[in-house]
């Protein structure tokens, strides 16, 4: 039986020799103070010629071995003990192997919407967690949509203090002091993740509008919107200038390019998540600006992408943004479908012509938001319908957006909305599995190049996650199509 490691590994010998039993922890069920201990009593070398975030770790009767060229790459040996802690009648064991390890791209990032539904600091915590066990390293943290604006900031205390009561379907609302965005930012980097703040700009403004009207214009309300209202309850009532807006429409918001006072605003917001952000990434959006003219779309993009080049880190954007005058080097998000329609594949290779690299999120396989089936209680199916685990994991990054070289890939991200996840069981259950898929995608080699890089061998490698992630607390979904036992 092969081993249930989760992302596979760049190189995995099974050695054969007798296995490793170590003393059994305290607790028998926590494999990863187990996971822990053997680490911290290993055979330790630093290894330069490693690349980032690599490492070899071999297994045998005797002990443990790590060697590492980076922190990050001990914190994986680490991870990937924790999954081969096994157990017999005589208890714990793992076995003998060499593992050779590295990710396949530099950029492996899992996204949480706070704006929808605000998500407290220990849910946070619980994502970082969740995330780092599965060698992803970047939190991509959705801050301000139209249903809230989550941040405090010293430059503009009147944006949380007025955008923050309400969270999408009327639920209560909240935000993150500098203070609790400082501990996940810490919490995050402890595991080896940076934070990648978003500010969603020129669209998804509404929550900004309710303390600054004269930056917003009024809210375009098609009959798309008007029909989607109607198909779901407790949407509140359709967007108006002024009001709290808690449904689930899109597109509807948007920032006046003619508005005074709009750039020194975007420079002190702007300005102030960077100072407060150690990791290089700031998002500034671009997505579904429908109601937003596109002349002053294209000008209000570029503005915000060449402050945030200003304030030293590089700025990311939804691919729609592309079409527009950016800075060389801004990286663009693609949210397209695995096979591109409706030209977003040129858009997200505008990023690359002009020096950027792209990250991949296609919307029908790594939206952790989207249903699994007709019967997920929560969920979305904009997607292309629900999208099934299978369909989560039969994509390849390096074949979405044609003519992008591969070393154009900044790697991939798995986005969470929340427009109807309210807590962490509805995020355990729309991660877990998925959220292995995109794990895979982002470190393991390319589909289809090992035996292991199939969906036959990873439907049995997730089934035997299972009972590590019923240790841990992971309420995850027992999803059709995996080999649960
Ligand atoms: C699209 S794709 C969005 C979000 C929604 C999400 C729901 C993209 C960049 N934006 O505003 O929350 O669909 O699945």
Redesign the pocket.
Known sequence: MPLALIPWPAAVRELGGPPLRPAPPADPGDRRSLAGLLAAAAHRADDPTIGAEGYRLRVDADGVAIAAGDDAGFFYAEQTLAQLIDADAEGPLLPAVEISDAPRFPYRGVML?VA?HFHGVETVEAVIDRASALKLNALHLHLT?DQGWRLELASHPELAAEGSALSSLGDAGGRYSPADYRRIVDYAAERHMIVVPEVDLPG?THALGLSHPELVADPVVTDLMREVHDLFPGQGELPRRGAPYVGMA?GFSSLRADAPGLEPFLRDVLGEIAAMTPGPYLHFGG??ALGTPPGEYHAMVSLAARIVTETGKTPIA?HEAGEADLPPGTVG?Y?GYVTPTEGHDDSARAFVSRGGRIILSP?NAI?L??KYDDETPVG?T??DGPTSVERSYRWDPADVVAEVPESAILGIEA?M?T?TVRDLADIDLLMFPRVCSAAEAGWSPRLGSTPQRSWEAFRERVARMAPLWAEAGIGFHRAAGIAWR
């Open positions: 919407d929808r949509d998804h899109v997505d579904e939804w998000q949210w919307a939206y938001d989207m979305l904009w997607a986005p909305w427009e």
